[in-house]
């Protein structure tokens, strides 16, 4: 006799995160990830304060200083490090609630449509046309600078183009036949969109987050770029931001950037690749083409005419 | 003896997967004569369009072709140069892909789209071409004014001769036709039918047709192979498969063809020994009418789906609803479950006088009452949740069963839909079930409420043709033993004087004739009715050709 709880528990998280794993691409994505998740996480107190005054300002990188120092003798590497913290977690903070809110609005307006998704998608339309860089610039400005103002700002520029794309998806999944039996059978529409309609929205879902995130994160640092942060914490923005303030080009000081660029540049690549290992997931017809793509000579692929493989010759 | 114009040895087809490469088509041998009607007969995924689109060397990736020879006209294609295999295209053989409807481009009118065709293969332009078009849409009797319309502005059966004139433009000898008639009604399909056959008499091209529709090849065919995963299981003439073939496949698939006329075959689908109805209707339908409106606030456009349709029926009764696409017959079926809204008009359940369409909100206890089979399998079942997940949740809702009791609940449910053993079934996901098997799920998950009726919209035409009547043998079964009610709603005249007691047929979204099955498909009164029990009847093709 088989348990009832074991049915109902084999769903399709397991298969996900089974997927993920097992995919190279999301596999390295999520290693990079993670690397930098646990380093902003457990290292800062092991290393110096990134906001002291240690040592001659703007040497070069030393046994000493790994990254060197910067304009205010402060070391790199600890700045590099704990800017991760501030960054990253704004950044996911920001792709998370992008996503719900998405999913919130965007969902209630595709799945009920008529006067509601009317009302809505009108709210939607107003925040698309309005233009996110200069509000973000403007709001950032005017607004005191904290972490809060940041992350709120971030999700009110961003959140208007998922909602969109969530509200086209529901709409297509409102129309199923799985959504009308589920709708016979007496379910109630909250139980029907979260338990039915969300999980297969769950690639949609979590390419929108890693969107969302992208987007944030380099937002985020061109505002503080720009001086628009607080510029009293340490966030990879800010490091950026002091760097072009001690002239870190003119003086040749590389260090003073790189270490800071290099890591978003890394953040964005994880989390491109992992987009990717979505895709490949929720779709395994991807993953077939690369192997067919693989196994074939390369002059044996002319586009349109199926190949015939040597065993014939 | 004539020469074969096609001859296929032993033909291979491999789809690369991240475990073992799928073998679609294994072994396939076959020849096909010139001047020759041949017929490919298989089920969904038996590997038919594969071996024609392996023919052509048109299959996308991840197909390979390992092993083989498909020599046509004398010329080995699978060592041809990509060249060689692009020129052969259109010129000695063409093809008229599955579903017309989307093989026309949308935004090119039809005399860009013939035009096209003649420009690349035979460099015909300008004046020379608008001749040869219009010459082409006369054999398919279309209008010439027609050449400047878009796809769009066609009518499904017009879009399919379109589609058979283009495929006919530089007149190939040989012409490969994939399902053509499948998005059709049967009227029309027998239309084109007649109308392709007509054309080979004049024009003298080879015919490879591929079809799932046994039935349909029946008539016009010499030569039938029936293919079963990836594999021909019979190759023979069609007089010998008509008279029930050698392998036992063959001889199930000839068995599984409800016919509309001559007397009504014995073992088919079981049916009670008498009716006993009732006075009281359970369900009255009256003067119902729907009317979509598109949506935008300057757009008038208006669409009849239902017109004042009134009908009753009764506990343990089986009615059909037949009419063809654009009938209404969905919408009615949406209708009685309350899906949609009706502009006017009242359901009444149950003998109780209650109106039950007033209000928006529609009430639990209905939702016990009156479920849905619905017609595709695939899309009815959510992908994500298990059997029992699909089973469980109406029992849970309607607070019918609890944790004790629902397992062996549902098991035996599975089971009595033939899906054994019920435990193995409940732990599985829909993709790792059969269409059958699916519908099966679809129809448990209708019965487990033990409905007062059950409304079945299309629940077999999804299926392949083989276990069709195993399915609707479900309803007829559960009829008997349990007294269920059930709306069946098809296009298949055949099928619903099979299963149903009594038969509708609904036309523009109004009823144009209501009689008990065998009085209807003896003695139909009205034009449309005849037309639809010829069409569905052997020998319709000589009927048209008359």
């Given at each position: 006799m088989i348990n009832n709880k074991n049915i109902y528990k084999k769903s399709i998280l397991t298969r996900w995160v089974s997927g993920i794993i097992v995919n190279q691409k999301a596999f390295i994505g999520s290693c990079i990830i993670l690397f930098f998740g646990v380093l902003a996480i457990f290292v800062p107190p092991f290393i110096q304060s990134p906001t002291d005054f240690l040592s001659t300002p703007l040497s070069p990188p030393s046994s000493d200083y790994f990254f060197g120092t910067n304009g205010q003798g402060q070391d790199v590497f600890a700045q590099t490090i704990c800017g991760a913290r501030q960054t990253l977690f704004i950044g996911f903070s920001a792709?998370?609630?992008?996503?719900?809110?998405?999913?919130?609005?965007?969902?209630?307006?595709?799945?009920?449509?008529?006067r509601i998704d009317d009302v809505l998608s009108l709210l939607i339309n107003i925040f698309l046309v309005m233009p996110g860089l200069p509000l973000m610039v403007i709001l950032a400005s005017w607004l005191p600078p904290s972490p809060a103002t940041l992350l709120g700002v971030l999700v009110l520029t961003g959140w208007a183009w998922n909602a969109r794309v969530i509200r086209s998806q529901m709409m297509t999944f409102r129309n199923r036949d799985f959504v009308?039996?589920?709708?016979?059978?007496?379910?109630s529409n909250i139980r029907i969109i979260v338990i039915e309609i969300m999980p297969r929205m769950l690639s949609l879902l979590a390419s929108s987050f890693i969107g969302a995130s992208i987007y944030a994160i380099g937002a985020q640092v061109g505002l503080e770029f720009l001086g628009l942060g607080d510029v009293s914490t340490v966030t990879w923005g800010t490091n950026l931001y002091w760097a072009s303030n001690d002239l870190a080009l003119l003086t040749e000081s590389w260090w003073t950037f790189v270490p800071t660029g290099f890591c978003i540049a890394m953040i964005s690549f994880a989390l491109t690749l992992i987009n990717f290992g979505i895709?490949?997931?929720?779709?395994?017809?991807?993953?077939?083409?690369?192997?067919?793509?693989?196994?074939i000579p390369k002059n044996k692929i002319t586009h349109g005419i199926t190949p015939v493989s040597n065993s014939n010759e | 003896m004539n020469k074969p114009v096609i001859n296929i040895k032993n033909l291979n087809v491999d789809y690369i997967t991240d475990k073992n490469p799928i073998k679609a088509v294994r072994d396939v041998t076959f020849e096909i004569f010139s001047g020759e009607i041949f017929g490919l007969v298989g089920e969904s995924g038996s590997g038919k369009s594969t071996v024609v689109q392996a023919m052509m060397r048109i299959l996308p990736p991840p197909a390979i072709i390992s092993k083989g020879e498909v020599i046509i006209n004398n010329e080995d294609i699978l060592a041809s140069s990509s060249l060689d295999v692009v020129g052969m295209r259109w010129k000695k053989i063409s093809i008229v892909m599955q579903s017309a409807l989307n093989a026309l481009n949308p935004v090119l009118s039809i005399r860009e789209q013939i035009h096209d065709v003649l420009k690349t293969h035979k460099n015909l332009i300008g004046l020379d071409a608008d001749e040869r078009?219009?010459?082409?849409?006369?054999?398919?009797?279309i209008d010439h004014d027609r050449l400047d319309s878009f796809p769009h502005q066609l009518s499904g059966g017009m879009k399919q001769r379109i589609v058979i004139a283009i495929a006919l433009a530089i007149m190939p000898p040989i012409i490969i036709m994939d399902e053509p008639t499948t998005a059709l009604d049967v009227i029309v399909e027998r239309e084109i039918i007649a109308k392709i056959i007509d054309l080979r008499k004049k024009l003298g091209f080879t015919i490879l047709f591929i079809t799932h529709d046994l039935n349909l090849l029946l008539e016009f065919a010499d030569r039938l192979a029936i293919m079963k995963n990836g594999e021909i299981v019979e190759l023979?003439?069609?007089?010998?498969?008509?008279?029930?073939?050698?392998?036992?496949?063959?001889?199930?698939?000839?068995g599984s063809i409800p016919s509309a006329s001559g007397k009504r075959q014995k073992g088919l689908l079981s049916k009670p020994k008498s009716l006993n109805l009732s006075?009281?209707?359970?369900?009255?339908?009256?003067?119902?009418?729907?009317?979509?409106?598109?949506?935008?606030?300057?757009?008038?456009n208006k669409l009849i789906a239902v017109n004042d349709v009134s009908f009753k029926i009764h506990k343990g009764e089986i009615v059909g609803l037949v009419g063809e696409s654009g009938s209404g017959k969905s919408t009615v079926a949406k209708l009685v479950t309350r899906l949609i809204r009706p502009s006017e008009g009242s359901i009444y359940l149950n003998g109780e006088n209650k109106k039950v369409t007033e209000s928006r909100n529609v009430p639990l206890q209905y939702r016990k009452d009156v479920q849905m089979v619905f017609q595709?399998?695939?899309?009815s079942l959510n992908s994500i949740h298990t059997v029992y997940h699909h089973l469980s949740r109406p029992l849970y809702r309607h607070r019918l069963k609890d944790e004790v009791t629902m397992l062996p609940y549902i098991i035996d449910l599975l089971e009595k839909v033939g899906l054994s053993p019920g435990e193995k079934f409940a732990e599985k996901f829909p993709h790792e079930m059969s269409g059958g098997e699916r519908q099966r799920v679809a129809i448990a998950r209708a019965l487990s409420l033990e409905p007062k009726i059950v409304v079945a919209d299309e629940p077999t035409s999804m299926l392949d043709v083989s276990i069709r009547m195993e399915v609707l043998e479900i309803f007829a079964k559960m009829r008997i033993e349990n007294n269920l009610t059930v709306l069946f709603i098809t296009h298949d005249l055949a099928s619903a004087r099979y299963l149903a007691d009594r038969i509708i047929v609904l036309k523009n979204g109004k009823i144009i004739?209501?009689?008990?099955?065998?009085?209807?498909?003896?003695?139909?009164?009205?034009?449309?009715?005849?037309?639809?029990?010829?069409?569905a009847s052997p020998g319709w093709l000589n009927q048209i050709t008359k």
């Open positions: 792709g998370i609630l992008v996503v719900i809110i998405g999913a919130l609005i965007g969902g209630t307006a595709g799945y009920y449509g008529g009308s039996a589920a709708v016979i059978s007496g379910e895709d490949e997931v929720s779709n395994p017809r991807l993953i077939s083409e690369r192997l067919w793509r693989n196994k | 078009a219009k010459e082409l849409l006369s054999l398919v009797e023979d003439k069609v007089e010998n498969i008509h008279a029930g073939g050698k392998h036992p496949y063959t001889k199930k698939l000839i006075k009281n209707p359970i369900l009255e339908v009256q003067n119902l009418k729907k009317v979509f409106q598109s949506p935008g606030f300057f757009n008038k595709d399998p695939f899309g004739e209501e009689n008990n099955s065998e009085n209807l498909i003896q003695n139909p009164k009205e034009d449309y009715t005849k037309q639809l029990v010829n069409a």
